[in-house]
């Protein structure tokens, strides 16, 4: 790479703007499959980082008695990238939906768009926590029920009565490995964002 | 703050803090190392940078600075670079990769772009647009 001066750096992209960039943040439960919602349809393949290290209690899953540990987590976190026309790039992350992670949403979703809670049916429990977090904050979220054959096993309105869902928050049935459905999924929550703002 | 050159030598004396990470590095075993590059602070001065706030450096690499951020510096050279993607190149945490991004702000070798959400202007209306603006982007997907 060939810098003009020795001690400058070529700046990013000439003299373009930096990118506005946005954000989208996606829960759901363990291997509900966030990462692959977002990599249908990210232009990076997600990337994985670590949202927070923080020493606090954390209790140990079905180990029965060794509760309450003193320690270190870390909580990795995948993401992806989109670019859009007029130099905005949205930022899809996603987010462990159990309680113990909700420590680190506040962060994550200061300044989003909004947020794509996936569902799986089989294990509706662990949507739970995202959508009682959502709802508190008044962030406007879509839950989206991941139709892993392919097959809706649930009827949307079950769905909604089972999580508690109000009737004013979108619900749909997606297909994380696709790209048309994540699109329509990510689509659904722009405008439940904008109808938020009066738009 | 904190420009310093004791700063810079702590840091790189931090029992090999900068060596790259190993393939069968246990994670655990890093678990809280990266503080102690950031002189255990876990906030950078200022406000809190958003994990989708994008970074370009001002100025090469100098080889004074830690080896964290002469890697941050070289990755935000050519292209901007988030946060996020900071943390996921450089295998640090992103409290981490805030605090280090604040001081390379304050040495004057880099510089964090504002989001959407942090537009001086921001109100709705222009919240709007730029929601208006991503979903046609999305939709044309």
Request: proline content about 6%; glycine content about 10%; aromatic content about 6%.
């Amino acid at each position: 790479m060939a810098f003009p001066r020795s001690d400058v750096a070529t700046p990013p992209t000439g003299t373009e703007a930096a990118p506005t960039t946005v954000k989208i943040v996606v829960a759901g439960g363990f291997a509900v499959g966030k990462t692959t919602f977002i990599g249908s349809i990210s232009d990076i393949e997600p990337l994985s980082t670590e949202a927070a290290m923080t020493e606090h209690s954390v209790g140990v899953d079905d180990a029965g008695g060794q509760t309450d540990r003193k320690t270190s987590t870390t909580v990795a976190m995948d993401f992806g990238r989109i670019a859009l026309p007029g130099n905005l790039w949205l930022y899809l992350f996603g987010t462990p939906g159990q309680d113990r992670f909700l420590f680190m949403w506040d962060d994550l979703v200061r300044g989003a768009i909004g947020a794509v809670v996936l569902v799986d049916t089989d294990r509706l429990d662990q949507s739970f926590p995202a959508v009682d977090y959502f709802e508190a904050r008044q962030i406007p979220f879509v839950v989206a029920v991941n139709c892993f054959d392919g097959v809706a096993r649930h009827q949307l309105d079950d769905v909604r009565d089972a999580l508690a869902v109000p009737e004013a928050v979108p619900m749909v049935y997606t297909d994380a490995r696709s790209r048309a459905a994540t699109k329509q999924t990510l689509v659904m929550l722009v405008q439940h964002a904008m109808r938020r703002l009066g738009g | 703050m904190g420009v310093g050159g004791g700063e810079a030598s702590t840091v790189t004396q931090a029992d090999g803090a900068g060596a790259p990470p190993e393939g069968d590095y246990s994670y655990e075993e890093r678990t809280v190392r990266p503080y102690a590059m950031t002189g255990g602070r876990t906030r950078p001065s200022g406000d809190v940078l958003p994990i989708e706030a994008l970074v370009s450096a001002l100025r090469q690499p100098t080889a004074q600075q830690t080896v964290e951020k002469r890697r941050i510096l070289e990755l935000s050279g050519s292209q901007y670079v988030s946060i996020a993607e900071l943390s996921a190149h450089v295998h640090l945490p992103v409290g981490v990769v805030r605090v280090i991004v604040g001081d390379l702000v304050d040495e004057g070798s880099a510089r964090v772009h504002s989001t959407a959400t942090q537009n001086p202007t921001h109100d709705p209306a222009t919240t709007l647009s730029v929601l208006e603006s991503v979903l046609n982007g999305i939709s044309a997907l």
